[in-house]
């Protein structure tokens, strides 16, 4: 079965740092699109950052560019995201999210994405 698995979250003071990871299983990782995802309390969920496995292709929310970074390990299955300079307003829970066999054409909306992890939370605090 496709499954997702995020890790990595915690919590930490304004300007820290942290990397989540996204291990994935029971589908192949070599040619899918895999974001990241993140959502506060009373608001919509975002998209924060993409990526396409089979080329490295990346792309970025406005709000993280510069600070945000996604990365894979295609051997591992596994994708991360390393954030640093966080800010409050990064506070959220931040989920993993996949579509099979197809490619990314920037940071998609959440209807784009088949495959869904359980969730990470990260907290920042000033």
């Known amino acids: 079965q496709v499954q997702l698995v995020e890790s990595g979250g915690g919590s930490v003071q304004a300007g820290g740092s942290l990397r989540l990871s996204c291990a994935g299983s029971?589908?192949?990782?070599?040619?899918?699109?895999m974001s990241w995802f993140r959502q506060a309390p009373g608001k919509e969920r975002e998209g924060v950052a993409a990526i396409y496995t089979a080329d490295g292709s990346t792309y970025y929310a406005g709000s993280v560019k510069g600070r945000f970074t996604i990365s894979q390990d295609n051997a591992k299955n596994t994708v991360y995201l390393q954030m640093n300079s966080l800010k409050p307003e990064d506070t959220a829970m931040y989920y993993c999210?996949?579509?099979?066999?197809?490619?990314?054409?920037?940071?998609?909306?959440?209807?784009?994405?088949?495959?869904w992890g359980q969730g990470t939370q990260v907290t920042v605090s000033s």
């Open positions: 029971g589908f192949p990782y070599s040619r899918n699109c």
């Open positions: 999210a996949a579509r099979i066999s197809t490619w990314c054409a920037g940071v998609r909306s959440d209807g784009y994405y088949e495959y």
